[in-house]
């Protein structure tokens, strides 16, 4: 009977524990049922009293406003073989030109250092910073140097950033995210677009968790929040802040902007601009292509078209459970014990509500594990008490009490509400079959929560104080995209192996070859080596086919199907056009995003194919050029005329000349005044002006007159004029 007493107590005690959480969960139910109203309310109205109204939003008014100067900021800490697939995928597939990635690296992870190098080595826009200090420190330090190199580039380049964008090295982006954020940065300080985790195999509750959280926070809650309390939350990645918003930031961290105490320094930042009365908004921005007639047919069932093409993030998240209570306890120390220190409750009580929000997971999370627990057990009561023969039938701990009840009943509606709302927002994005098994993945959710809860507290009494919590990094997979990046080869190696140089002709080449000038260009100037031969290994270090052509003889038509500010920004010629692609004509490797950028504002394919030195630094004279000298071609014409040479002897003179000239552009990179990425900034610049180079930069403080002169006088003297060389043979 001892037995029976006992259960007789305990379940006494479990009335009392019931009754507790019940209400509980009954003020938390209440509060997302207000969220959940608002949501509704808002959309009826919208579709109601505005879509009717006034047409939405088309795509094609992203490309309105020219392309401002945005930097991408990219923590990485242990990311090997991570960063180099970002970058490929972004270059491939961002429909925008004007940004640079700036990558934060630790001194104590050179392996990520060397992934790193292998990448800017392909992209020009890609950047290494390497941080003061040994890591891991804290992702806001980090971003804090990845800052601080920002502004160093502004200055070489002499250009101003418009906004900086925080990414992850794990994240995909979408194509058309900068293109957003540049049609807002002027308007907004703080813009977010949502997350949506990529799928996994559907027995992987742990990660696919994420997916269900997400789509419903970034569906409903952040858009309510946003339209009440005009304050969003940043999610760390896929957030861009104006160069208002950062300078403010710097300013009121005495020069750091990003607090390095802080675990979320990305949702204590939305709260600080806000205090200083700053813009931010939250963006579902659907890419629907109107004109397709398809453009409303969705392939899975249930996904609603517009909701499921809006720009987003998308990521793997964690997919065991050590994994994701290690990151979810991260962020409730963050945004719950280290956001109360921080900012406490404020005077306004719309925004109270809504940190009561970000904070009521502390409590809820423990309450909603104990109540599936107190379920369980009833459930394993009842079948004991139904099934077990000769069952000893204890009394009900719901029995007369109406009100207990009542509210049980209130919550099972509640309860109803809650998985409605999240079949619904994960259909939208997923389809039907994703939505209706995020009911089976609550209980999952709830038990992970529950762990990083208690992981959050432990790891706080441990330290003595939020703040003191280390930054615990979370590692994350990135989708497959085909081929790793490959480290570039030499130019010297490819020579060596085509046997085209010796060992012994690259050692004295590099040891002896006029400073700033590139080994190949070098080697053709001193008869080492021919521009057909530098071409060749140009090619192959591109991946890309070689050939030569007299760019003087370019058909009219072709000329005019490349614009002037195109030919002269990318140093390009045009060389084949059909209906559907261009194939240009360039003396070095064209990196991925210049031709993501040709292939758009050309509206084309294209490829290329690298032909031997000078021969595109001609044409562009020649045909593009605005300012015309003596042309070289009409006084080797009048040579072989008059009978002074031979038509033998001119195509020799020809051949020699151009492939000894050189673009402006390599001239100031050799003589070490600009670097190539600052003259990528500069060409974007330029590319709208009427201004030749040179003076454009005289003009914008971006080299002086006297580097100017200085570098007119070092393209006379190792490029040969034509009448320099009729001279030497007549």
Known sequence: MWLVDFVSTYLFGLKYLAIAIAICIFISSVDDVLIDIAYWTRQIWRSLMIFRHHARMDMKALYTPAEKPLAIMIPAWKETGVIGKMAELAASTLDYENYHIFV?????????????????????????????????????????????????????????????????SEDVISRMELSLFNYLIDKKDLIQVPVYPFERSWTNFTSMCYLDEFAEVHGKDIVVREAIAGQVPSAGVGTCFSRRAVLALVADGDGIAFDTQSLTE?????????????????????????????????????????????????????????????????????????????????????????????????????????????????????????????????????????????????????????????????????????????????????????????????????????????????????????????????????????????????????????HG?????????????????????????????????????????????????????YAVLPLRLTTEKITLASESVIDPISLAALSRKLRLKVDYVVVPLGQVTVGLRHWYARRRGVDPRTLLDEAVQTGKISQIKATELWDHYTSRQLLFAEILLSLGRIDSASLSAVLLQQEQSEENLGSFLVERKIVSQSTLDEAIAFQAKIQPSMQSLLDEVI
């Open 104 to 168: 934060g690296t630790y001194p104590n992870d050179p392996e990520t250092q060397k992934d790193v190098d292998e990448v800017c080595a392909h992209f020009p826009n890609i950047h290494k910073v390497v941080c003061a200090r040994p890591g891991p420190t804290s992702k806001a330090d980090c971003l804090n140097n990845v800052l601080d190199a920002i502004f160093q580039f502004e200055q070489r380049a002499n250009l101003e950033f418009s906004g900086f964008i925080l990414h992850d």
């Open 266 to 514: 990305d949702y204590d930042i939305g709260f600080r601009l806000k205090e200083k009365g700053m813009k931010e908004i939250f963006v579902r921005f659907p890419i629907v292509d109107t004109s397709k007639k398809t453009w409303q047919l969705s392939r899975v069932f249930g996904k609603a078209f517009r909701a499921s093409q809006v720009v987003c993030v998308r990521e793997y998240f964690p997919d065991t459970i050590e994994t994701a209570v290690r990151q979810k306890s991260r962020w409730i120390i963050g945004i719950v014990f280290q956001g109360y220190v921080t900012h406490s409750w404020s005077k306004n009580w719309i925004m109270n509500y809504f940190l009561w929000r970000d904070r009521k997971g502390a409590i809820t999370n423990f309450v909603s594990f104990t109540a599936t627990i107190i379920l369980l057990q009833l459930t394993l009561l009842w079948l004991y008490q139904n099934i077990w023969p000769d069952a000893y039938h204890f009394l009900s701990i719901f029995e007369s009490d109406a009100l207990l009840v009542f509210v049980l009943w209130l919550n099972f509606f509640f309860m109803l509400n809650r998985i409605a709302q999240r079949i619904f927002f994960v259909t939208i994005y997923y389809g039907l079959a994703q939505g209706l098994m995020s009911v089976l993945r609550l209980l999952w959710g709830n038990y992970i929560n529950f762990l990083a809860n208690w992981r959050a507290i432990k790891r706080i009494l441990t330290e003595g104080s939020p703040h003191r919590v280390a930054w615990d990094k979370t590692t994350h997979d990135f989708p497959s995209i085909g081929e790793p990046n490959r480290a570039r080869r030499m130019i010297g190696e490819i020579l060596i192996e085509h046997q085209s140089i010796t060992q012994a002709q690259l050692t004295e080449a590099l040891t002896h070859k006029t």
């Open 517 to 569: 000038v590139k080994i190949g260009t070098w080697l053709v100037h001193q008869g080492v080596i021919t521009a057909v031969q530098l071409a060749q290994a140009i090619a192959e270090q591109g991946g890309v086919d070689s050939e030569s052509f007299d760019s003087y003889n370019i058909n009219p038509l072709l000329i005019e199907a490349l614009p002037a500010n195109i030919a002269l920004h």
